[in-house]
């Protein structure tokens, strides 16, 4: 798919996009910023990447119908190659 069409999945050009990826950053703030005091920036990018994988593969989001956002862009690719194939 070309940028456009994988930015479609996040409405990237639709008002609510920008506050459900605000409301992304808080919750990473209040989950794991906030927390600890970061004794370098190595730690914290380990840190940051299981949070990404924990928030993207075990979160359940109301925004994507109470979806994890994996699961979300699995359908969405599926549906896309579907209708892809169809043309």
């Known amino acids: 798919p070309s940028k456009i069409e ?8 639709q008002p609510k996009g920008n506050s459900d990826t605000e ?4 919750t990473m703030k209040e989950e794991l910023f906030w927390l600890i005091e970061w004794e370098n920036e190595r730690v914290l990018n380990l ?3 299981k949070w990404v994988q924990y928030y993207n593969i075990s979160c359940l989001h109301s925004a994507h119908g109470y979806r994890t956002p994996i699961r979300t862009e699995d359908e969405y690719y599926r549906i896309y190659n579907l209708q892809d194939n169809a043309a």
Do not use: F, G, T, V
């Not at 409301?23 to 808080?26: G, H, V």
């Open 23 to 26: 409301r992304m950053i808080r």
């Open 6 to 13: 994988y930015a479609s999945i996040y409405k990237l050009q």
């Open 47 to 49: 840190e940051l990447d």
